[in-house]
Structure formats: structure tokens, C-alpha cells
């Protein structure tokens, strides 16, 4: 694949906020044209105010509501083709029935399965031997008539993905570390706090699987132990219903708790408000289970922010234990209450922690090395559709 003048077609399901998706895809985005490619954005839905407006300009954004329709959009001469998730893996599919040599490298951030998802996984609910046996027929499905029709090559963020995708529907697939440009959070080296509140805090967009009720629960043991603590949650709770319901329970759990004044929710923040956030912190937890990733993790130890980061999530593969970063037991806030207790007990490993959480991120995580990768597998898909030409 000649990388003159090359044009991409990076595919979004939706551009309506600034999430950790979003950014990942725009971030690559800017990053390949500053190498000289072309790149046009798809999406079904765009908030051109919300999504990142900073990053986007310049740049090409064609929105259409519908995946067939979406893929009529895509310039008949565009090169290789980008979808994030798998509802854009569609548009890819239905272009390559018009335009067949064109490669496709699909990069999955979260996995929906007819027999897996991690809602499904934390949902009490079990369903029938037949129920099961259809949701194996419609998961093949879906592989022959999209993964097969979208992709050559698929990207996933973490190690369990790729198992998943390997054991539910046979698809192979390259771990593919996400990016950071550090450059915009800058380093506040740490001093042990003392005789003083401590600032703990979380990042996310709310989702159960966030379980910041983990650190809610975990600053209650705190206080108890008589550590003075206060916890912040920033984060979107209003995007949609789950989310504003969830966010309705965590304020009764900590009400429950009697730390309701201690728990504060900032709601969506600019970037801004969450560089003085990671800036005025003391500790950053990251309680998510499962989560693919977590690129707030490494935003916080680029900040300085020593962290703790649950085992299940995507972000503790590249970790190491008491080295850069504290792991903690997941969905267990007596995990947590430890961790933040032997760092408020140790300076030594609190300010170890805030310099080397730094120094990771910056030998090892960057969109230049995330970039690099996913062009790499261009290359390899390129490959494989120009052996079949």
C-alpha cells in the first residue's frame, strides 16, 4: 500500500459527545493527516459543540442516519477504510459490495454479542438452553455477513476482547494499546498530603459497569478510620436513562452512608475544568470492572496523580503493581479503602508513585505509537486484499 496522498475513511457510530471512543478515533484522525493522509470522519450522529470541537476543526465530517445510506456517502476513491465498533463495521460491509479491493480494518473498543456484553454479564438475568442456541445463530451471522463482509484486520484494546472475539465467533484479532497526547496534561509533581482533606477522584462517563459506588462505599470505610476524605465524580450521568437512574442511586448510597457531603458529582466537565481537577486531586481511582481500557488512568498519571486502577480493567495489563500504579480486587471497595489507606500512610510510595505513573505514560503511551500500529495493520490489510486481486 503506497502511503502517497492515501484517503482514509474513519467510520463513528456517533459524534454527540466527548468520550473516550470519540476521542480515539479523532485523535488518529489528526495524527494520520499530520503524516500527510487524508482522512474524512462518517458518523450517524454529530454534536459538532459537544464532540470535541477543538480537535475538529478542519477536518470532514459527513453525518448520515442510516448504515446503507451512510456508505453511499464514502468517496468512491477512498483508500482504506477505519470503522470503530461494530455498528460502523455495517457501513464498511455495504461499501464492499460496491467497491470490493478496498481494505478494512475494523478496531473494536467494547464487544456486543447476542451472547455476550458486559451489561448481560452483570445482569442477574439467565436465559433458556433455546434462547441461548439463537443467539449462537445470530452471533454466526453477524460474523459471516459483517465481520467477514467489513474487516481484513481487527484491532481490540485488550487482551480479554481478543479471547472473546476468538472464542464467540473464531476472529482473530491484534491488541492495540490506545493513545495519549500528553502534552496536554501537564505534570504536577505530588507532595504527601498532610493535615489536610484528601481529594479523591473518579473520571468516567456513568455506566454501571463503572461501579463507582465501589469508591463511594470505600471513602465511608475511610472516614470511619478517621481519614478525611472527600471523593469527586466527574462525569456525563445525563446522556442517557440508565445513566441518569444510576447516578440517582450512587447520591442515595452515599446519603445512606452519611458522606452525602463528602461525595460530590460534577456532571460533564470541559477539558479545561478536568485539568484543574486532575490538577487539585490527590488520588485517582479507577474502580470499573471490565472496562476495555480507561484512558482517564493514564490522563491522571500523566497529571501526577497516583492511582488505583481495578484488575479487571484494560488498563491494568500494562500496569505493574506497586511500580507505577496500585491494583485493586475488583468490585471490592474494601480493596480500595486499603490501597488508599497504605498510600495516605506511606509518602515514600506516594510520591514513588506520582513520578513514575508519569514517566510510564510517557515512554509508553502516545497516538504517534497508537497510530503507529493501527497503520501497521492497514499495511497487513492492504496485503491480504491485494494477494486476492
Same mark, same amino acid.
Request: glycine share 4%; proline share 3%; charged share 30%.
Given at each position: 500500500?503506497?502511503?502517497? $496522498?492515501?484517503?482514509?475513511?474513519?467510520?463513528?457510530?456517533?459524534?454527540?459527545?466527548?468520550?473516550?471512543?470519540?476521542?480515539?478515533?479523532?485523535?488518529?484522525?489528526?495524527?494520520?493527516?499530520?503524516? *500527510?493522509?487524508?482522512?474524512?470522519?462518517?458518523?450517524?450522529?454529530?454534536?459538532?459543540?459537544?464532540?470535541?470541537?477543538?480537535?475538529?476543526?478542519?477536518?470532514?465530517?459527513?453525518?448520515?442516519?442510516?448504515?446503507?445510506?451512510?456508505?453511499?456517502?464514502?468517496?468512491?476513491?477512498?483508500?482504506?477504510?477505519?470503522?470503530?465498533?461494530?455498528?460502523?463495521?455495517?457501513?464498511?460491509?455495504?461499501?464492499?459490495?460496491?467497491?470490493? %479491493?478496498?481494505?478494512?480494518?475494523?478496531?473494536?473498543?467494547?464487544?456486543?454479542?447476542?451472547?455476550?456484553?458486559?451489561?448481560?454479564?452483570?445482569?442477574?438475568?439467565?436465559?433458556?438452553?433455546?434462547? %441461548?442456541? #439463537?443467539?449462537?445463530?445470530?452471533?454466526?451471522?453477524?460474523?459471516?455477513?459483517?465481520?467477514?463482509?467489513?474487516?481484513?484486520?481487527?484491532? /481490540?484494546?485488550?487482551?480479554?476482547?481478543?479471547?472473546?472475539?476468538?472464542?464467540?465467533?473464531?476472529?482473530?484479532?491484534?491488541? /492495540?494499546?490506545? *493513545?495519549? =497526547?500528553?502534552?496536554?496534561?501537564?505534570?504536577?509533581?505530588?507532595?504527601?498530603?498532610?493535615?489536610?482533606?484528601? %481529594?479523591?477522584?473518579?473520571?468516567?462517563?456513568?455506566?454501571?459497569?463503572?461501579?463507582?459506588?465501589?469508591?463511594?462505599?470505600?471513602?465511608?470505610?475511610?472516614?470511619? =478510620?478517621?481519614?478525611? /476524605?472527600?471523593?469527586?465524580?466527574?462525569?456525563?450521568?445525563?446522556?442517557?436513562?440508565?445513566?441518569?437512574?444510576?447516578?440517582?442511586?450512587? $447520591?442515595?448510597?452515599?446519603?445512606?452512608?452519611?458522606?452525602?457531603? %463528602? /461525595?460530590?458529582?460534577?456532571?460533564?466537565?470541559?477539558?479545561?475544568?478536568?485539568?484543574?481537577?486532575?490538577?487539585?486531586?490527590?488520588?485517582?481511582?479507577?474502580?470499573?470492572?471490565?472496562?476495555?481500557?480507561?484512558?482517564?488512568?493514564?490522563?491522571? #498519571?500523566?497529571?501526577?496523580?497516583?492511582?488505583?486502577?481495578?484488575?479487571?480493567? *484494560?488498563?491494568?495489563?500494562?500496569?505493574?503493581?506497586?511500580?507505577?500504579?496500585?491494583?485493586?480486587?475488583?468490585?471490592?471497595?474494601?480493596?480500595?479503602?486499603?490501597?488508599?489507606?497504605?498510600?495516605?500512610?506511606?509518602?515514600?510510595?506516594?510520591?514513588?508513585?506520582?513520578?513514575?505513573?508519569?514517566?510510564?505514560?510517557?515512554?509508553?503511551?502516545?497516538?504517534?505509537?497508537?497510530?503507529?500500529?493501527?497503520?501497521?495493520?492497514?499495511?497487513?490489510?492492504?496485503?491480504?486484499?491485494?494477494?486476492?486481486?
Amino acid at each position: 500500500m503506497s502511503e502517497e $496522498k492515501l484517503k482514509v475513511g474513519i467510520i463513528l457510530y456517533q459524534m454527540l459527545l466527548s468520550g473516550g471512543t470519540e476521542r480515539q478515533a479523532i485523535m488518529l484522525a489528526r495524527e494520520l493527516v499530520r503524516r *500527510g493522509y487524508a482522512v474524512t470522519l462518517y458518523t450517524f450522529q454529530y454534536n459538532k459543540e459537544k464532540c470535541y470541537q477543538e480537535l475538529l476543526n478542519g477536518m470532514r465530517v459527513v453525518v448520515e442516519n442510516d448504515a446503507r445510506k451512510l456508505s453511499l456517502c464514502i468517496d468512491r476513491d477512498t483508500d482504506i477504510l477505519n470503522p470503530h465498533e461494530q455498528i460502523p463495521l455495517r457501513v464498511a460491509a455495504y461499501f464492499r459490495r460496491r467497491v470490493k %479491493r478496498i481494505p478494512s480494518v475494523l478496531m473494536i473498543n467494547d464487544l456486543y454479542l447476542a451472547q455476550w456484553s458486559l451489561a448481560r454479564e452483570l445482569s442477574p438475568i439467565r436465559f433458556s438452553l433455546l434462547r %441461548r442456541c #439463537m443467539q449462537w445463530f445470530k452471533d454466526q451471522y453477524e460474523s459471516r455477513r459483517f465481520f467477514a463482509g467489513g474487516s481484513d484486520e481487527i484491532a /481490540v484494546l485488550n487482551n480479554g476482547t481478543r479471547d472473546m472475539l476468538e472464542f464467540y465467533l473464531g476472529r482473530k484479532s491484534t491488541v /492495540v494499546r490506545s *493513545g495519549l =497526547d500528553i502534552s496536554r496534561f501537564p505534570f504536577s509533581a505530588r507532595a504527601f498530603p498532610q493535615r489536610r482533606r484528601v %481529594r479523591l477522584l473518579c473520571h468516567a462517563l456513568f455506566f454501571r459497569h463503572r461501579r463507582f459506588e465501589d469508591a463511594i462505599r470505600a471513602v465511608a470505610r475511610l472516614v470511619k =478510620d478517621g481519614f478525611d /476524605v472527600e471523593l469527586a465524580i466527574s462525569g456525563s450521568y445525563t446522556h442517557k436513562k440508565d445513566a441518569r437512574v444510576y447516578h440517582e442511586e450512587l $447520591k442515595h448510597i452515599a446519603e445512606e452512608l452519611g458522606i452525602a457531603e %463528602r /461525595v460530590s458529582f460534577k456532571g460533564e466537565v470541559r477539558e479545561s475544568e478536568l485539568l484543574r481537577l486532575y490538577k487539585e486531586s490527590d488520588i485517582f481511582l479507577f474502580p470499573s470492572h471490565k472496562q476495555t481500557w480507561g484512558l482517564a488512568v493514564f490522563e491522571a #498519571m500523566a497529571s501526577g496523580l497516583p492511582v488505583i486502577v481495578s484488575r479487571s480493567a *484494560g488498563a491494568s495489563e500494562v500496569l505493574t503493581d506497586y511500580q507505577n500504579t496500585l491494583l485493586s480486587n475488583p468490585c471490592s471497595d474494601l480493596s480500595i479503602f486499603v490501597l488508599v489507606k497504605e498510600l495516605l500512610q506511606t509518602p515514600e510510595l506516594y510520591e514513588r508513585l506520582s513520578q513514575s505513573g508519569r514517566a510510564f505514560v510517557e515512554k509508553d503511551i502516545s497516538w504517534e505509537r497508537y497510530t503507529d500500529h493501527i497503520l501497521a495493520l492497514f499495511q497487513k490489510a492492504s496485503a491480504t486484499k491485494e494477494s486476492y486481486a
